[in-house]
């Protein structure tokens, strides 16, 4: 062994011991302490007058509690099956509100917009939002003709005989449903799982859709980071679903906490989550009774296995949308929105920051509206330059009409 080698080995080996010892080093000091288990009273009050005596345990329920258990069992409410021979969409029907702006003058243009809404949500979501996207505005010279559908398996909308219905089959049962009313050309707009059927839209419609305005454009995110309940969702939907379609206690539970963690994180440590100032009870409750009525939290949840599978979930968020597309992003959404946006959206116009939760519509209707005539202004530039496409509304409907198709 040449010199330079040796000295080569010898350092080799002292840096080795440096180097272990310091990774002990720092095991020491990053090892935590035991944590200190305090002896505590955990029963009601703080005095310690413990009863040392042991007894025999015998199991023994009343009869009160077995008959309430025979009556509850015997009142199952199962999830509700689908109607059979309904054939209006694809074999679905699907339940929608249909909305022309009123009394408008001829100098102002009527566009058409589909509005998606999300879980735990339904078109309650929207009744605050559409009498503002229907009334005419002194800055814009155009109004929104708005076109809201309960998602199949959601609320009115019957849910599927057979697997297979998520986002992107739902994307063309909305399609047909636009043609269905005669619109060819249509903006979009949506948040929550209503952003993947939109997104499905944007990519494989682009002959349809104008434009996409979305106040969910990290949908990708969502599903990594705010995860428990997409899990169970994607996985196990009627385990959860059933006792959902069975307990009012139960459902309402479940969804209000949804709303709290929607509407602001830090409103979970407050014992009453904040709901009434931030929805209001009548809004929330009006909205879990929408379920509860249609029998639909396990139809619900089943879109979620339907869509966020390995099969399809890269169908839907890894394709490039190239039709103009509007990002609202709302600060206590739960997810955090980045400065970078997903290079998805090949045709961004526009970018707005909001003060604000997830539930943008229900919450902050005023604030939506506005963003969503901001976007579409923009939208209708770029289109006009590019074609002619406007299709004059009309159709049977002459006011606000919650319909059947
Ligand atoms: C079980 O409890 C009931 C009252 O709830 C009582 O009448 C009965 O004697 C108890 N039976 C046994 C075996 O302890
Ligand atoms: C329609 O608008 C005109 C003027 O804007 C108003 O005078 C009229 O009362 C409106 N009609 C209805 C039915 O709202
Ligand atoms: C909820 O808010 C409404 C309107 O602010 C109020 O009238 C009502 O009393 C509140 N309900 C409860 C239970 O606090």
């Not at 042991?54 to 009556?71: A, G, M, T």
């Not at 102002?108 to 339904?122: D, E, Q, R, Y």
């Not at 209000?256 to 100032?277: C, H, I, P």
């Not at 029998?295 to 339907?306: D, I, V």
Request: hydrophobic letters at 40%.
């Amino acid at each position: 062994m040449s010199f330079l080698r040796k000295l080569i080995f010898v350092i080799v080996i002292l840096l080795s011991v440096v180097c272990i010892h310091l990774i002990q080093v720092v095991k020491e000091f990053t090892t935590p302490e035991k944590p200190d288990i305090k002896l505590e009273w955990w029963s009601r009050g703080d005095e310690w007058n413990e009863d040392q005596s042991i007894f025999p345990f015998k199991i023994n329920v009343s009869d009160e509690v077995l008959n309430d258990l025979k009556y509850r069992l015997e009142h199952t409410r199962t999830p509700r099956k689908p109607l059979e021979n309904s054939n209006c969409i694809q074999g679905l029907k699907i339940h929608f509100i249909h909305v022309k702006p009123q009394n408008i003058s001829k100098n102002i243009k009527v566009i058409p917009l589909l509005i998606v809404h999300g879980w735990p949500g339904s078109l309650r979501e929207f009744y605050e939002i559409i009498p503002i996207l229907t009334t005419p505005r002194h800055d814009r010279n155009f109004v929104f003709e708005v076109i809201a559908p309960h998602i199949p398996g959601f609320v009115f909308s019957d849910a599927p005989s057979k697997p297979g219905l998520g986002a992107l089959e739902i994307s063309l049962i909305f399609k047909n449903l636009m043609s269905r009313l005669g619109f060819e050309k249509y903006y979009i707009q949506g948040g929550d799982i209503g952003a993947a059927i939109l997104q499905a839209m944007s990519t494989n419609f682009e002959d349809n859709v104008l434009g996409y305005h979305s106040n969910l454009c990290e949908l990708l995110k969502l599903i990594i980071t705010e995860s428990g309940y997409l899990h169970i969702h994607s996985s196990k939907p009627d385990s959860l679903g059933l006792s959902m379609d069975d307990s009012p206690m139960g459902l309402a539970a479940y969804y209000l906490e949804k709303f709290v963690t929607g509407a602001n994180f830090d409103y979970r440590s407050r014992q009453d989550g904040r709901l009434n100032e931030t929805f209001g009870y009548d809004k929330l409750l009006d909205n879990i009774m929408l379920y509860w009525i249609s029998k639909s939290a396990t139809t619900s949840f089943r879109f979620y296995s339907e869509t966020f599978n390995a099969k399809k979930f890269t169908a839907i968020l890894w394709w490039p949308i190239h039709v103009p597309t509007a990002c609202a992003r709302f600060k206590y959404d739960v997810i955090v929105p980045n400065e970078v946006l997903s290079d998805n959206f090949r045709n961004l116009v526009q970018v707005n920051n909001y003060d604000g939760g997830h539930f943008a519509a229900f919450q902050f209707p005023e604030i939506l509206a506005n963003d969503i005539f901001s976007a579409i202004s923009k939208m209708e530039i770029i289109n006009n330059r590019r074609l002619k496409y406007f299709i004059p509304s009309s159709g049977p409907y002459s006011q606000t009409s919650e319909i059947f198709c």
